[in-house]
């Protein structure tokens, strides 16, 4: 069981250009997420996923896209790589109850230069 | 909107005592679910202790325990017999009950070192 899987984990992109941070669970997980952690701070919202086909919102969703064709993948698609983008992002899952274990990927480090 | 105070951001305890980690929240929801959160040098999230907001029982997981003050919105985790292995950021998070699973929202963090 590889829980929820992340990659890369490591990236360096220049200003302008465009990648996708893939995430990928096999819990059969109906929830997913993707939050981002700059310093100093705790996690952030991205977007957010209830089931296949399905994605909203969350706190910061500027510049960044995302899809979910499967329960089991759920990539953010940065458009137009920033400097402000420079962040470790963390995609995580979930299911039932809202008070069930949230899992996390062990986060990949995006660098914008 | 929510939001969530962590007002320590930086704590220190010697190795087998016992230390406090401070979270205030604000919210106008009346079912919630209270969370903490450790995250070590690895960056990884590993969750610590989980409170429903309905419980008046304050919740325990051996040395972790925690003192929820509904009324206050204060939520507090205490780390008893402190060990170097609890060295590590430590966040606070709030998840509504009526809101989509895993939208939380995190503290700043408390970073908590234990010394030999």
């Known amino acids: 069981n590889a829980g929820v899987t992340q990659t890369p984990k490591f990236q360096v992109l220049k200003t302008g250009q465009s990648m996708t941070l893939q995430c990928a669970q096999d819990?059969?997980?109906?929830?997913m997420s993707w939050y981002r952690q700059d310093p100093g701070m705790g996690l952030r919202l991205i977007h957010y996923?209830?089931?296949?086909?399905?994605?909203d919102q969350g706190e910061v969703p500027n510049g960044y896209n995302v899809s979910r064709s499967t329960t089991e993948d759920f990539p953010l698609r940065l458009l137009s790589a920033a400097p402000s983008q420079t962040s470790v992002y963390f995609c995580?899952?979930?299911?039932?109850?809202?008070?069930?274990?949230?899992?996390f990927g062990e986060g990949s480090w995006l660098t914008v230069v | 909107a929510q939001t969530v105070t962590q007002s320590q951001p930086e704590m220190s305890v010697q190795e087998a005592e016992t230390v406090t980690l401070s979270c205030t929240y604000d919210?106008?929801?009346?079912?919630?679910?209270l969370f903490w959160y450790k995250q070590p040098p690895s960056r990884q999230m590993i969750l610590v202790i989980r409170?429903?907001?309905?419980?008046?029982q304050n919740a325990t997981e051996n040395r972790f325990s925690v003192n929820f003050q509904k009324a206050a919105k204060s939520f507090s985790l205490k780390i008893s017999d402190s060990q170097l292995g609890d060295t590590a950021m430590y966040f606070c998070?709030?998840?509504?009950?009526?809101?989509?699973?895993?939208?939380?929202?995190f503290g700043k963090g408390t970073k908590l070192s234990v010394k030999p």
């Open positions: 995580a899952s979930s299911y039932g109850d809202p008070g069930n274990t949230i899992y």
């Open positions: 409170q429903e907001a309905y419980k008046q």
């Open positions: 919210t106008s929801e009346s079912n919630y679910y």
């Open positions: 819990m059969n997980h109906e929830y």
């Open positions: 998070a709030f998840m509504k009950q009526g809101g989509s699973q895993g939208n939380l929202i």
């Open positions: 996923s209830v089931g296949a086909g399905i994605t």
